[in-house]
């Protein structure tokens, strides 16, 4: 009798897994799936706001930020979004009416790659704990270790980059990415007027870059025997300023009250049927007609706020000197799900250290030195109670805590 073939192998079953058809879809660089909702995730290139905002920004998702008083901040962010897809080799899409793409592009942070990081975060440790090192003698011990937002960047994660804000990228990294520029001033003198879908002609015009970029290069999906996929990233400084040729910045009513929001309405359709994501900066604290601001905010998918502590009594009141401003999230996106995605932490501040730009969880000291007034320690006591109570949005006629 013959003997009965051997099993192929322990535990074998004559099931087995089909072959796909075709390769399997590369992974898009610099990109992620949230965990929590499955939406495709890039880094805002700041790892603190990443964490805020649920893990990073949503592919398809426009990222609204409200301009600090004198825009020194808000730029920051700007230009860390745009280095963010530069180190991942993401296209570049930077629009502005005010300051030349290219030298907003010759501004960028250079990274820390590799063991850089963890050199420069030692020695912004040190310079922190030596000037600090006072304050924690004088506060009770329990207080000394209160969570952070984002504690360090030698966190095991490996998403998103960090940068040093004292160094300029060189030209070599951000020339090795494709880069459109929408420069507003140019393309007045190159074209002749327009005016479509009911708008004023530099936001018809900057609708049409955008969606001749998706389109002819491969973004909307149209075209699947490309070469390996890539993200679009959109950068617009300042929309809605008078430099846009928009006047919601310099009356309560204006004009035309309806083209910056019938903008970011067709924006948003073509962001969602592609692969990019977009961060517009606005002068909020500029818009007279806070309806329209509303309407602003409803029609973007994130909504942060920066308040800087420039000009303003905060500047010099000794509760908020290791910040330079707050940071407010009026809004997340639902996405895949009925809930946004929240972060536990509402009381957002940030700090401009020497090379890096953090976002921390705000905390006040529980007491001040001796040297300070009474009615410093009863603002001490009145801030606190405040953040007791979870404040977590911006209320308009606060004292001490605007947000």
Known sequence: MAAAPAPRGCGATSFQRK??????????????PSVRHGQLLLSSG????DCVLGG????????????????????????????????????????????????????????LLGDTYRNELREETTAVKSEEFQDAMKIAWRYQNLPKIETSPT??????????VSKRMSPELFQSVKQHRFYLPEELSSQPEMKTWNMNSAYARLLQSIQRIIYQEGFDGSDPQKKQKTILRIGIQSLG???WGDDICSSDTPEDVHSLTKFLYVLRGLLRKSL??????????????????????????????????????????????DYHGLVHVHQIPRLNSLICDVSDTKDLAFRLKRKLFTIERLHLPPD?????????KQDLAEAAKL????????????????F
Do not use: W
Not at 46 to 49: H, K, M, V, W, Y
Not at 155 to 164: E, M, P, Q, R, W
């Open 19 to 32: 072959a796909a058809a075709g390769s399997r879809l590369a992974a898009v660089a610099g990109t992620r």
């Open 46 to 49: 700041l790892p603190s706001l």
């Open 56 to 111: 990073g920004i949503a592919v398809g998702t426009l990222l609204l930020i409200e301009e600090d008083t004198y825009g020194l901040y808000s730029n920051l962010l700007f230009k860390y979004f745009l280095a963010e897809g530069v180190v991942c080799g993401h296209d570049l899409f930077v629009a502005s009416a005010k300051e030349h793409p290219d030298n907003i592009l010759k501004e960028l942070p250079a990274p």
């Open 155 to 164: 966190t095991s994660t490996k998403f998103g980059h960090y940068y040093d």
């Open 241 to 243: 300023s008078m430099m």
């Open 276 to 321: 990019s994501a977009c961060i517009i900066t606005v002068p909020a604290h500029l818009i007279q007609n806070k309806a329209i601001m509303e309407r602003v905010t409803n029609l973007s998918d994130t909504v942060v706020g920066l308040e800087s502590f420039i000009g303003s009594e905060r500047e010099t009141n000794p509760l908020y000197k």
């Open 368 to 376: 001040l030195s001796d040297t300070v007034s009474r009615t410093s």
């Open 387 to 402: 953040l007791s109570s979870g404040c977590g949005a911006m209320a308009i006629g606060k004292k001490h805590l605007d």
